[in-house]
């Protein structure tokens, strides 16, 4: 009886944040941003992995799905995602619709963050899910591969990570700047760049260009493999089919023929890409995630609407 | 009896340039329904929100049922019914989705929400069209969505912002109606700039105007304030028929005559003299002239010359304000 009553008061606490969460899901799903990005990135897996199909092994196919969402084009859409809730018109309707009702505005914030994360993660997971599976699975007539299945698991959860960063970073800048558009423009300024920047403070493989080079060795990792065997892993071959893979890829997309191979740059030679801890990423992108969500929240909590 | 509504030298400056709402210390009772009349501009949409808590105030404090307001105060909004002016709405929700939406959010139970839905539906008379979009509605059907959202929780404050602006009269007058009707049980403040609406339904006025606050009362108090014209004669006659009748009113102890517009006659009884007598004698004198009458109107613009006899004076007071 008593838990019932529990149950119940935690319900109705939670009400305001679930029937918000609800609402903006539904939004979002209806908005043709989101229709169009699904289809978009639908669209560039299949042409990904059937034009390298029977080129590249298991492991360098899925990172070559990787890059989009972690380097371009998709960063733009999900950073556009994360800087709507609070921004341009959408405040106005906004405090009169949900804000002058018993809504705290954290639980407002909150509610639409989730519901961006989780649209966001749910694109990104439909499409490539199967992508993964059928790549895995599939009889190719290249090398057989040696990709776990916590190297699949830790690679989704990474670049979910980085997508979950991008669209906090959306939403903060979207909080502090108030314009929509004033917004994605500095963070399209400010992520660009973001390899040099953080090579400037030795951060280098927290860069999403790294993260998109560490993927195929990651992918090989097996769940009680240390960092230093993982370093051990990592092979020439990946690094040559992954700058393969970036060539290729901004071929097609201006679409012109692949260009003729160029020799390694000094970040290959190095091997630094294979520096890559999972628990270092997560904290590099989680912990900033979080600051992000919360300065967000300060910043709409005094700001007037 | 603790009031609904207290601010104490309440002032929301913008960005260190405009002044919106200027030293306000106000005092709305329970259980009335009071205007809050302005021009456009003087600081009553600005006021509500910081009733709401979607501003901060730059100093002073406002409270609701003796609660402060501010932008996490959920127990204050869970006391106020708000309706912005013109109200926005999900296009592409229906009137049972968003009301549902509004009962959510407002922490109703499934068991609650859902009969109160049906029964605003039913009374802001939009049970017809539930099927709609609502980016199909019209300004009017607009504004009684936003009346049933603003009831939903059955608040014992209502705030309603401009809630006739842009209805046609049926709509005006149903919504006038409904205020009436609201305030039988609940405090309704109404911010509007319509004077007609302020003179049909509220008991106690505030004039807001260029942030400030520059009267409060009961509507009996701020007519008496003013120098009106206790009832103007619309004549039809020749101009020396209606000079005469002039005269002949003149003489009349108890009242002072005086020309308005063309062929009109504003007509003042004297303190203490009884109105309807001095009416009848009037109406006796037109009826032995040989002029015609065409209306009497009594009263008719007392709330708006009280009100811009108040701006008036407020302008003129200059550093004395």
């Known amino acids: 009886m008593d838990s019932g009553v529990k149950i119940s008061k935690t319900g109705t606490r939670m009400m305001p944040y679930l029937a918000i969460l609800r609402h903006d899901l539904g939004t979002l799903w209806k908005s043709r941003l989101v229709r169009l990005w699904l289809g978009g990135t639908a669209l560039l897996t299949l042409l990904l992995a059937t034009g390298n199909w029977g080129r590249f092994q298991d492991a360098p196919l899925i990172a070559s799905l990787q890059f989009p969402y972690l380097v371009f084009p998709w960063f733009f859409v999900v950073a556009v995602l994360g800087v709507s809730p609070v921004s341009g018109s959408h405040a106005d309707s906004l405090a009169d619709g949900i804000l002058s009702r018993p809504v705290s505005r954290w639980e407002y914030l909150l509610a639409t963050w989730s519901a961006r994360v989780v649209v966001v993660l749910s694109v990104y997971l439909v499409v490539m899910a199967p992508a993964i599976l059928v790549i895995t699975l599939a009889n190719r007539p290249v090398a057989a591969d040696s990709v776990s299945v916590y190297g699949i698991i830790s690679v989704l959860f990474v670049v979910g990570l980085v997508q979950t960063f991008l669209v906090s970073l959306g939403f903060l800048f979207g909080t502090l700047l108030r314009r929509s558009l004033l917004a994605i423009v500095v963070l399209v300024f400010l992520w660009y760049p973001i390899s040099f920047i953080l090579s400037i403070f030795s951060l280098e493989q927290f860069s999403p260009v790294s993260l998109s080079r560490a993927v195929s060795t990651q992918l090989r990792q097996s769940w009680r493999q240390s960092e230093e065997e993982a370093e051990a892993a990592a092979n020439m071959q990946d690094m040559e089919q992954f700058s393969q893979q970036m060539s290729d890829f901004f071929s097609r997309l201006s679409g012109g023929q692949p260009k003729p191979r160029t020799e390694k740059g000094d970040f290959f030679e190095t091997k630094e890409f294979a520096d890559f801890s999972l628990w270092r990423v997560s904290l590099g992108y989680g912990l900033p995630t979080a600051a992000a969500v919360f300065l967000a929240m300060l910043s709409f909590y005094w700001r007037d609407l | ?321």
């Open chain 2, 1 to 321: 009896m603790e009031p609904a509504i207290r601010t104490e030298h309440l002032t929301k400056i913008y960005g260190q340039r405009l002044i919106a709402v200027n030293d306000m210390n106000l005092d709305v009772p329970k259980g009335y329904v009071f205007g809050l009349l302005g021009p456009n501009g003087a600081g009553k949409t600005t006021t509500l929100r910081l009733l709401l808590g979607l501003q901060r105030p730059t100093a002073g404090r406002v409270e609701v049922f003796g609660m402060l307001c501010g932008p996490n105060a959920v127990g204050v909004r869970s006391q106020i019914g708000f309706l912005p002016t013109n109200p926005k709405f999900p296009a592409n929700q229906r009137p049972i989705e968003y009301l549902d939406l509004v009962g959510k959010l407002s922490r109703l139970p499934l068991q609650v929400r859902k009969p109160r839905i049906s029964a605003l539906l039913r009374s802001v008379g939009l049970l017809g069209a539930t099927e709609q979009r609502i980016g199909t509605f019209s300004t009017g059907m607009c504004t009684r969505l936003g009346i049933a959202a603003s009831l939903v929780a059955d608040p014992p404050l209502l705030l309603w912002d401009e809630p006739t602006a842009g209805l046609d009269p049926s709509a005006r007058r149903f919504t006038l109606d409904l205020i009436r009707e609201l305030g039988k049980t609940k405090t309704v403040v109404v911010a509007t700039h319509i004077l007609s609406d302020i003179d049909q339904i509220c008991d106690h006025i505030g004039v807001m105007h260029e942030g400030r606050m520059i009267f409060t009362g009961s509507m009996s108090d701020m007519k008496r304030r003013l120098r009106h014209d206790d009832f103007s004669l619309e004549l039809e006659g020749n101009n020396d028929e209606i000079q005469r009748l002039f005269r002949e009113l003149d003489g009349v102890d108890g009242l002072s005559i005086r020309f308005g517009r063309e062929n009109e006659l504003l007509v003042r009884v004297a303190e203490g003299r009884s109105r309807s007598g001095m009416l009848a004698e009037v109406l006796k004198l037109i009826d032995c002239s040989q002029v015609s009458l065409q209306a009497v109107n009594s009263g008719h613009n007392a709330t708006e010359n009280a009100y811009l006899q108040l701006l008036q004076e407020d302008e003129a007071h200059g550093f004395g304000r």
